[in-house]
């Protein structure tokens, strides 16, 4: 499983990439947390808004800060 | 019974929740609104008369705590309502909007491009956005260029520390010359070019989200007022404190040779446009070299340049739609920089 992280690199970003890895942590799932902090990698994607966390390829949230509980919510489906 | 505990607590909660934001809020335009009817601040303000009168070492601090003096109120005030619009405003309404076509999409640029990006960090990712949503680069470039002149914060401390009309300038030219340069440079071979390279990528969209209570979002705009200001105090303390030398040490001469008349306005917007500011400080600097006897016209060029493009910006734009498209925007806001300021010199002329 791969948890994509777009953005900028600004807090919101960080603290996205902080909740991923900590739901992941508490799942104990075999999961790979990819920040990808270049802003033109996202628009050729078609992400227009950030922080976006991508599940498996798959948009789960944009625009703002994914809770822990939310991404375990993903990870569990 | 301990269905009520938990129903009380969570009703003191939202009150909470509700009151403090909207309270500060309050507080914050009270600052404000106050004086014009008072003729006095709400609060007592620290004005020094003569900033020489103070040791070298003396003179950063002396200015940092005279202008926090003045300027705690519409701090608060800026801040909340950066953060309300931010926890309020649905980024997907206002895209969607964008991408109808039903409105001009230049006009809906320009005048959305303030309120969703209080938050800076994502004008590229919604300038990237735009340019895939087939709207075209126009438009898009509108979007990116009206983001930072008319940057909310910015705007509300242009009218409260510099003047009224110089900030309705600020928009009004932003407005109206964001629009002009998005559809001129739209119309440019290199434009035409990069707008064909981003149609028929498709936007990625999210499942829907959930909704949040009114005091839920009420909370929201406080935290994220909160992170605004973390992020914008701390570039404006290090911006103020250098500027302090130069309102008490730069030769008034100096100023009044080469920062006044149609000279001052073409330095201003030539200076401008490359340099980069942090939000805020440009108003900081400009009210500094306004003291030293800089004129408003040139202030308002500097004003509507320094914001739409800088060399900074100019290098992250680049690499998404080239060079040629970037030189040429830069270009035409010196050009509309450099109007305003004229326009202003020929017919305002005073702060």
Redesign the interface.
Known sequence: MKIKIF??G????RATEANARKAVQELGVQAEVVPVYD??A?????????P?L?VDG??????RIAEVEEIKGWIRT | MTDTKTETKHRRLNILRILLPWGLFLLGVLTIVYPRFANHPLFPVYMYSNLRDFAFWEVPFVYIFSYLSRAWGPLLFAFILGGIIVAFVSREKMKRAMASGRVSSYFLAAALAPVLTVCSCAMIPIFGGLLISGVGIGPALTFLLMAPAANLLALIFTWQIISWKIMLFRAVFSFFGAMAIGWIVSRTPAGKEKEKEFTGIETLQAEQGRSFSFAEKSWKALEEAWDLAKKVLIYLAAGVFAISFVEAYLPPTIVARYLTGATGVLLGAVIGVPTYTPTLVEVFLIRAMLNLGMAPAAALAFLIGAPMASIPSMLGVSRIVGWRVVYQYALLAVVVAAAAGLIYLAGVKTL
Request: aromatic share 0%; glycine share 16%; with cysteine.
């Open positions: 953005g900028v600004c807090p919101k970003c802003k033109t996202g628009i050729k994607r078609g992400i227009t808004d950030t976006a991508l798959k948009l789960k949230v944009s625009g």
